[in-house]
């Protein structure tokens, strides 16, 4: 028994260094569905962007529905790809001659070298309960609410380089929490990443703002929804906003309940993390919003992954449709515990780790419901921010002002309060921003200047148009100016915004409700009357017909 004990540990070791010693692009196998010409061409389109070996692409019949049952998916998809990864030795397995109640053949498994599994496109996303499925393995005891057969594929798919393990509830990941995980832990999971989205142009694109992020860093701001249904998920999101400040990022923390408002400041999320909330809301769903390159985006919900080929069911598509470059969900009720966890996503991007390692790392169990969009390859922190503070004049214009917020932050952390304010100064004479501007006056206010705050602010109230997200930043800036004694100016830029562009009715019942402050503190009644009368017709009760 000890002989074959350790020469299964020798197997496994040995295949440990091998893989360590070949790049990790090599060692990523892709799987695509050969009737649907778009998984091929994906596949193909990562395959030539990152370098992985043509013969690294797996191309099985697979159906086009995003759900599969059990007997279809082993008979399809996870059996044939098995078979093959042990035939490729990319799986170190020898088969015995026995399959399980699925028709799942039984293998002695002793690791593999598989970087990460790429599933692309086209590829089934759930697989669920047929009518008959086998009896559970004797002994095993499962608790009701975790007593299902659905799961997503991605994350049984984790467990190729295992055999026999149950369909029932799920299986514990070796990986989690794992700062150095062993060989032997690497060896019993393989890390899956997807590659989707509503249209395939949309998951071509994760794959082109990893690669392009890689380059000049992650540029942007952070947002945290806090305030959900569970004191645990909270708590977790507590813990990001810590690591977020240490980073030095510039961001909102909403811990109001509810999800973010449609008005709320939303200015190039980069980094988000939230809940709770069954479909994509708020800023998420403006006409014209998108996320900056590189943006890493978890809203926590049950069902987030439900479906990731709608642009506006759930959360996880509305988000890659947006532009997101990784996100995080769950084909069904994963219940919260058994989640990928925001805090832990966040600790291993930032020291360094891949998007397919720091998924790995922040998901306690495997066959179950969770799943990661985005390229496995994607290291948003391999830029560090002193190389961007550097070579920010090379930047475009419109993301030159997060790096400065970046560098204010840092310093209004260690207490360098002028130093942050000078920054500021010395970015907008080079273009000045909305976001800037309001940074720098909130410090000076802070500082006990008020006079130099007015200044900051009084040039933006002669700008006559806004994008969508500098909209939040004029009405916020009103709101200060008003706070300062400049009701005239604070009135201009509520003309602007409230004239810019049709706003949706709770958005503009919202800003009308502050801007008829101003126009009152300004003394404007022409003004106050116009937007009480078109407030009173928004909010007006709806009279039904034949009442």
């Not at 070996?53 to 790809?81: C, D, M, Y």
């Not at 047929?130 to 009896?135: G, L, Q, R, S, V």
């Not at 080929?309 to 990784?326: D, E, H, I, K, Y």
Request: charged letters at 20%; glycine letters at 8%; aromatic letters at 8%.
């Amino acid at each position: 028994m000890w002989r074959g004990f350790f020469a299964v540990i020798f197997a496994v070791t040995v295949a440990g260094w091998a893989a360590a010693s070949e790049p990790a692009a090599a060692r990523i196998i892709l799987l695509a569905n050969s009737d649907d010409p778009d998984s091929l061409r994906l596949a193909h389109y990562y395959a030539e962007k990152r370098g992985v070996p043509e013969a690294n692409i797996i191309a099985l019949k697979l159906s086009l529905a995003e759900s599969v049952g059990w007997h279809e998916f082993v008979r399809t998809l996870f059996q044939p790809l098995q078979d093959e990864l042990v035939k490729r030795d990319w799986i170190d397995g020898i088969a015995m001659n026995a399959t399980d109640g699925l028709g799942r053949r039984q293998y002695a498994m002793s690791g593999h070298r598989i970087s990460y599994l790429v599933v692309c496109r086209g590829v089934p996303l759930k697989v669920t309960g047929d009518a008959e499925m086998p009896a559970d393995p004797a002994g095993l005891a499962v608790a009701p609410p975790f007593r299902t057969h659905t799961g997503a594929v991605d994350s049984e798919l984790a467990l190729l380089a295992q055999s026999g393990t149950p369909t029932l509830a799920f299986v514990p990941n070796p990986l989690f929490r794992k700062d150095r995980p062993s060989v032997l832990d690497l060896g019993q999971v393989v890390k899956v990443s997807r590659l989707d989205g509503p249209t395939p142009e949309d998951a071509r694109r994760l794959i082109d703002q990893a690669i392009a992020t890689e380059q000049i860093g992650l540029i942007g701001r952070s947002y945290v929804d806090i305030g959900g249904p569970h004191a645990a998920g909270d708590r977790w999101l507590e813990e990001t906003v810590k690591a977020l400040a240490e980073l030095g990022f510039d961001g909102d923390v909403d811990r109001a309940p509810g999800t973010l408002p449609a008005w709320a400041r939303f200015d190039a999320p980069v980094l988000y993390f939230g809940w709770y909330a069954g479909e994509a809301n708020g800023p998420f769903i403006q006409p014209g919003f998108v996320f900056p390159p590189g943006a890493i985006a978890l809203h926590i919900h049950s069902y987030s992954a439900d479906t990731v080929q709608s642009p506006l069911r759930n959360w996880v598509g509305p988000l890659v449709a947006r532009g997101v470059t990784a996100t995080f969900g769950n084909v069904t009720e994963p219940y919260l515990e058994f989640t990928h966890e925001p805090q832990l996503i966040l600790q291993a991007l930032a020291r360094g780790d891949t998007l397919g390692d720091a998924a790995a790392y922040a998901v306690p169990v495997y066959s179950w419901q969770g799943l990661v969009i985005g390229d496995p390859l994607y290291r948003p922190f391999k830029v560090s921010f002193e190389q961007q503070w550097r070579e920010r004049d090379r930047l475009s214009p419109a993301l030159r002002p997060y790096v400065v917020l970046r560098r204010m932050r840092q310093q209004e952390r260690a207490g360098q309060i002028n130093q942050a304010i000078w920054t500021g100064l010395e970015a907008q004479k080079t273009g000045s921003t909305l976001a800037v501007a309001l940074a720098i006056a909130n410090l000076q206010r802070a500082a006990g200047d008020v006079a130099g705050a007015r200044l900051t602010l009084a040039p933006l109230a002669e700008r006559r148009s806004f994008t969508l997200a500098e909209e939040p930043l004029a009405t916020m800036i009103a709101q200060r100016l008003l706070e300062a004694g400049e009701a005239k100016l604070a009135l201009a830029l509520w003309r602007t915004v409230l004239g810019t562009r049709k706003l949706s009715s709770d958005m503009r019942i919202e800003w009308l409700r502050a801007a008829l402050e101003t126009a009152r503190a300004a003394q404007d009644s022409g003004q106050t009357v116009r937007w009480q009368e078109e407030l009173n017709a928004l909010t007006a009760p709806v009279t039904m017909a034949g009442k």
